[in-house]
Structures are given as C-alpha cells and as structure tokens.
C-alpha cells in the first residue's frame, strides 16, 4: 500500500520514498492511520517488520500540522531502552523529515555519557524528544527540558524497557507527563508485563496484533550446530574461513565473552569487535559505523547493546551463547531477514544447553536439525541430573532444585558442625 493512501501529506510521502519506504508493510498499514486519528494504539509484530516507521511517519505528520511556536516545545517523546536504539530512531526521524517544508529538530537523550553537551543541544527547545528514561528525568530534574507540552507519548520495545528495569523510571515519567495525551506502545513480543504496562498506560487502545504467516515471516534460514563449548571460538573461525559473509553479528551471554571472543577473532586475523555496556559511547557508534560500512566483519555483543540494532542487508546472526529466553531468540535472529532481505541465524548447542534450546525450538514452535561440522564433532554428554531425594542415582525425583529452606537448614547444620 502506497503511504499517501494512509493519510501522510504528499510531502511526507515522497520524504519517504526517497529514504527507501517505497510500499508499506503491514504494521504500517494498520498503525499509521490509527495513530493519525487520534487513537491509543497497542501493537505488536515480529522483529524487522518496520514498527521503527509506523510511528515515526505520523508524528512527523502531526508536527507538520501543528502550529510553528517562536519556542520549540516538545510535542512528542520516544522512549527506548539503549542508547544505540535512541540513536537510530533520531537517524530515522531526521532522514524522514530532510527533504520537508519545514526544519525538524530531534533531541536524543541517553545515559553513559556526559550530560552537559544533550543540556546544551535541548537550549532552544525541540520539537521530538527521542530517550532513555534514566537520562531524561535527569535532565528535567536540571530544567533542562519540560514535558508539560507533550501530546504523544511512544513507548518502543515496551518488553525491553521493563526486562531492563525501567520499571520505576517508566512510573516517574508518567507522573510527570499531562494527563489528556496519545499513547502509543509498541512491542515484538507480548509478555504478562507488558498487558500490565499497557493497562495502566493506555486510554481504550486499538490493538494491532500482525501475526507472522507464510507471507509475513522473514526469510531466516534456522541452523543449530553440536559442539563442544570449549570448542566454539575455532569453529566460528573455521565458519568464517569457509564462507564469504561479510558481515556477522555474534551474541555472547557476558561483556568479558565478547571481549575474549572478539579479541581471539582479531589475533587470528579476523576483523571483529566488542559491543557491551562497558563500552563508551564513542566505541559502540564506532563499531556500529565500521559494521554497517564494511570496515569491520564481525561485531560480538551482548543482548543488552544489540538491542533493536538495525543493519542493512546483514547475512548472519550466531548464537555463540544461546539466550536465557524465547523471547531473546527472536529479537537476536531478527537483526537478519530484515525489511525482505534473506538472511541465515546459527545458534552454537553444546551437549550442556541442548535441553535449553529444546525449549526455545517448543517455544517458537520450530525445529532446527542438528548438524555437525567435519573436524568440531562434539566429545561431551551432558552430565546426568542429579536427584536430592536420591543422590546416588538408586532412583528419586529427578533435577528436583533445593528450596530456600533447605539451603538455610543445611547453612545452619554446617555452622553449628564448625562451631
């Protein structure tokens, strides 16, 4: 569906086109004219399915609508989890509005650098807010900026901003922003917090739910590969070698796994980096800059930093660790298979999480074949689970855990034996 059918300006339009937006997607389709009626909006989709522009189109639809003020006055805000998704919403709405009768200015907010320059770029006023929550009740609480003139307000990633505990940030802000505005969440996936945050955020929201189908399901070939844990440095060099991807983007459970894991790749020749939330901000734009142009081929990062990272045409993710959750797996395979774009995630399954990523293939209800690399076999079985109630293995409950109160009871047994 072209996007001036859904109500932009003829402007706006052709901005978009001209940033590439040539038919809209789905979630375009159904979020665009529903937040430009005025409504509360709920919507969730799969990752890489262009929610970043369902509602940056219409709120630079509304801001060319509303009266030029001599102040600019913040008429919406974003909020977002990391920094490096700040970012690359401020990169969009700016590249939207380049070619518009009117000059936009976008302030993006974020923690983990200095304040004093965001203090100074807020003076004059903004028409956008674009930010993390931490660092914008900071800057308010400086009168740096004031939200009393929001009238939309966009929670992005509303499944990330709660697992990073922004929970008591997210109520600060709400407290300090007018009652009577627009709401508008947005989020890949729809755990019980979100219900929870959506309850008590939106006012009668439209839900707009794009199940993924045979049409819409990005193209991301699912590969899971046995071997050993000690072993999966080599094979993803051998990987490497063998194959002419370009760029890959490689997630690690830890910041000292990707800084040991990028740091091996760079020894054996392999252009790589780090990106984790020891970084600063200069090292993790420039990784991401180095990525996306070429510079760098591969970028190991934690979930936190690669959160809602956008990277054209990127052929693979490895699962060098695998996630802690389903939900994790989605948001890592779907920075490939992006906007129609084929693309490849193999995850690293060593005898020790096998039954762990059983679970995520019955949670995301797929199933990816075993394979084994020629010369990386894996060696180890996983250890059999140990039974409390029977620990010589004559039979019991098997993998019971010990509660609280059987750890206090034996803390206080070891104590009066050592007494």
Known sequence: MPFISLGLSPDLAQSALEQGYTQATPIQSAAIPAILQGNDVLATAQTGSGKTASFCLPLLQQWLESPRAMLRQPRALILLPTRELAVQVGGILQDLAQSLPRKLKVAVVYGGVSINPQMMALRGGADIIVATPGRLLDLEDRNALRLSSIKTLVLDEADRLLDQGFADELSSVLERLPPARQNLLFSATFPAEVGALANKVLNQPQRIAIEQSAATAPDIRQRAIEVDAGRRTMLLRHLLATHDWDRVLVFVASRQAADRVADKLQRNGVSAAALHGDCSQSQRGQALADLKTGRLRVLVATDVAARGIDIARLPLVV???????????????????????????????????????????????????????????????????????????????????KSKKDKLREAAALQQQAG
């Open 319 to 401: 699962n060098y660790d695998l996630p802690r959750s389903p939900a994790d797996y989605t948001h890592r395979i779907g920075r490939t298979g992006r906007a129609g774009a084929s693309g490849e995630a193999i995850s690293f399954v060593s005898a020790d999480c096998a039954a762990h990523f059983k679970l995520i293939e019955k949670r995301q209800q797929l199933r990816a074949p075993r394979e084994r690399i020629a010369g990386f076999e894996p060696l180890e079985t996983a250890a059999p689970a140990v039974s409390l109630a029977d620990p010589d293995g004559n039979g019991g409950i098997k993998g019971k855990r």
